[in-house]
């Protein structure tokens, strides 16, 4: 049984208690959540949330001038500033809500993109990016006849930043990288990547959807000009996301999707556009997404960052040296700036054979190119067994996964 450690004042045996599904059983045995990078947990803060949304205040937002939709209405535009809050945005008019990471650099793509990328531009994006921060670039950039390009990575998997300054020139309109690395846990100098950017001209954005749930991120601060995530990673609902831009930017910007909710007048000879953020937020939201995602920001609202810092750290420490005991185990992603996400393969033994077999034991990770082909091409691999923690994982499951991965290399070896 897992009943795990009080570490410092960081309960994490009473956090535990807040996640029901982590008493639950995989295949019979007491379930091991590994897969965080992928999707969280939800708290049941969260899940009552949308549960009394459909229970007691359903309606349809900003359009009603009844009781339950002027409820519903301000819920939902709460929880916009809750988001607003969270981010350091100053103005909640520049959180615009999509249904996720996906969605959100799509729509920079489709509109910032579409009209100021032209024939001879550049697009920098690192070679660790998600395929979610490659192809909507590749896809406006053969369009507009523009170029992507890629800075690479050093040989413990931080970004190669001489190389990012050779290649930042007049040409470069958008840098668009990753806050932290699914697939590797190393944290990007963003700060460092908006300024260069921001000398030649260059707006940045940044795709922080494995940042949100593991340190505290303020757009201003850092001064990016885009910043997008999804509620999913950091304990909200699946289907909703944000995207953060400048206010001046986001005015600039045609409209991503036409229809109900984005307008301000319509008639068959001109149509006119709401003001933000509905300019961008065509038909009914996701009104539950986004209450979900308010209760989200609510839970983690209860900790301080420097107590879950400290403790990811403790467990990301503690693992990492547990691997490295194992014969034939390589790390990638070796950087000390780095969350509680390892990739790792043994000897030419193939990840879906360790991850199927772990499985068996109840142990949930994430096997295979985690949507990062082109950091697989730069390793030559073709995959890794990704262990993504939270704060919620224990030192203990930590044991029984380290445990459970030795006996699977006996079986495999
Ligand atoms: C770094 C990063 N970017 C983007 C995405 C895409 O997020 P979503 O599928 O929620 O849109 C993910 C999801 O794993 C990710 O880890």
Same mark, same amino acid.
């Given at each position: 049984?897992?009943?795990?450690?009080?570490?410092?004042?960081?309960?994490?045996?009473?956090?535990? =208690?807040?996640?029901?599904?982590?008493?639950?059983? /995989?295949?019979?045995?007491?379930?091991?959540?590994?897969?965080?990078?992928?999707?969280?947990?939800?708290?049941?803060?969260?899940?009552?949330?949308?549960?009394?949304?459909? %229970?007691?205040?359903?309606?349809?937002?900003?359009? *009603?001038?009844?009781?339950?939709?002027?409820?519903?209405?301000?819920?939902?535009?709460?929880?916009?500033?809750?988001?607003?809050?969270?981010?350091?945005?100053?103005?909640?008019?520049?959180?615009?809500?999509?249904?996720?990471?996906?969605?959100?650099? @799509?729509?920079?793509?489709?509109? &910032?993109?579409?009209? #100021?990328? +032209?024939?001879?531009?550049?697009?920098?994006?690192?070679?660790?990016?998600?395929?979610? #921060?490659?192809?909507? &670039?590749?896809?406006?950039?053969?369009? %507009?006849?523009?170029?992507?390009?890629?800075?690479?990575? %050093?040989? !413990?998997?931080?970004? #190669?930043?001489?190389?990012?300054?050779?290649?930042?020139? +007049?040409?470069?309109?958008? $840098?668009?990288?990753?806050?932290? +690395?699914?697939?590797?846990?190393?944290? @990007?100098?963003?700060?460092?990547? $908006?300024?260069?950017?921001?000398?030649?001209?260059?707006?940045?954005?940044?795709?922080?959807?494995? /940042?949100?749930?593991?340190?505290?991120?303020?757009?201003?601060?850092?001064?990016?000009?885009?910043?997008?995530?999804?509620?999913?990673?950091?304990?909200?609902?699946?289907?909703?996301?944000?995207?953060?831009?400048?206010?001046?930017?986001?005015?600039?910007?045609?409209?991503?999707?036409?229809?109900? !909710?984005?307008?301000?007048?319509?008639?068959?000879?001109?149509?006119?556009?709401? =003001?933000?953020?509905?300019?961008?937020?065509?038909?009914?939201? @996701?009104?539950? *997404?986004?209450?979900?995602?308010?209760?989200?920001?609510?839970?983690?609202?209860?900790?301080? &960052?420097?107590?879950?810092?400290?403790?990811?750290?403790?467990?990301? #420490?503690?693992?990492?040296?547990?691997?490295?005991?194992?014969? *034939?185990?390589?790390?990638?992603?070796?950087?000390?700036?780095?969350?509680?996400?390892?990739?790792?393969?043994?000897?030419? $033994?193939?990840?879906? !054979?360790? *991850?199927?077999?772990?499985?068996?034991?109840?142990?949930?990770?994430?096997?295979?190119?985690?949507?990062?082909?082109?950091?697989?091409?730069?390793?030559?691999?073709?995959?890794?067994?990704?262990?993504?923690? +939270?704060?919620?994982?224990?030192? =203990?499951?930590?044991?029984?996964?380290?445990?459970?991965?030795?006996?699977?290399?006996?079986?495999?070896?």
């Amino acid at each position: 049984m897992i009943t795990g450690e009080k570490i410092m004042d960081f309960d994490v045996i009473k956090i535990r =208690e807040d996640f029901p599904i982590l008493k639950t059983k /995989a295949n019979g045995k007491p379930l091991v959540y590994f897969d965080n990078g992928a999707t969280s947990q939800k708290p049941l803060e969260v899940i009552n949330a949308i549960e009394k949304y459909y %229970n007691n205040e359903n309606a349809n937002v900003h359009r *009603g001038v009844y009781y339950l939709s002027q409820l519903a209405t301000d819920l939902f535009d709460g929880s916009r500033n809750k988001i607003a809050n969270f981010i350091g945005a100053q103005e909640s008019e520049t959180v615009l809500f999509t249904s996720g990471t996906t969605e959100s650099i @799509n729509l920079v793509a489709q509109t &910032w993109g579409r009209k #100021n990328l +032209s024939e001879g531009d550049e697009v920098l994006i690192s070679a660790m990016e998600h395929h979610s #921060n490659i192809v909507p &670039w590749q896809m406006i950039c053969e369009e %507009n006849e523009a170029t992507v390009k890629v800075i690479p990575l %050093n040989d !413990d998997g931080s970004l #190669n930043m001489e190389v990012l300054e050779e290649r930042l020139n +007049s040409k470069t309109k958008m $840098i668009a990288v990753s806050h932290i +690395s699914n697939t590797l846990g190393v944290v @990007n100098p963003v700060e460092k990547i $908006i300024e260069l950017a921001h000398t030649v001209g260059a707006k940045v954005l940044i795709d922080g959807a494995q /940042a949100v749930p593991h340190i505290p991120v303020d757009v201003q601060k850092i001064d990016c000009d885009f910043y997008a995530f999804s509620g999913h990673k950091m304990f909200a609902p699946t289907g909703i996301g944000v995207l953060y831009g400048k206010r001046e930017l986001l005015e600039e910007m045609p409209p991503y999707k036409g229809g109900g !909710d984005m307008i301000d007048r319509v008639s068959f000879e001109k149509t006119t556009y709401a =003001e933000l953020p509905f300019k961008f937020e065509a038909g009914t939201p @996701n009104i539950s *997404g986004v209450i979900g995602m308010g209760a989200a920001i609510d839970y983690i609202n209860r900790f301080d &960052w420097k107590d879950i810092f400290e403790y990811e750290d403790i467990l990301l #420490n503690y693992i990492t040296e547990e691997l490295l005991h194992i014969d *034939g185990l390589r790390i990638y992603g070796t950087t000390d700036k780095k969350i509680p996400v390892i990739s790792f393969l043994v000897d030419d $033994i193939h990840p879906y !054979d360790i *991850g199927t077999l772990l499985d068996q034991m109840g142990i949930a990770v994430r096997t295979g190119h985690h949507c990062t082909q082109p950091l697989m091409d730069h390793f030559c691999i073709p995959g890794t067994i990704r262990v993504s923690l +939270s704060f919620y994982n224990t030192k =203990e499951e930590i044991d029984v996964f380290i445990h459970a991965l030795k006996k699977v290399l006996e079986i495999l070896r």
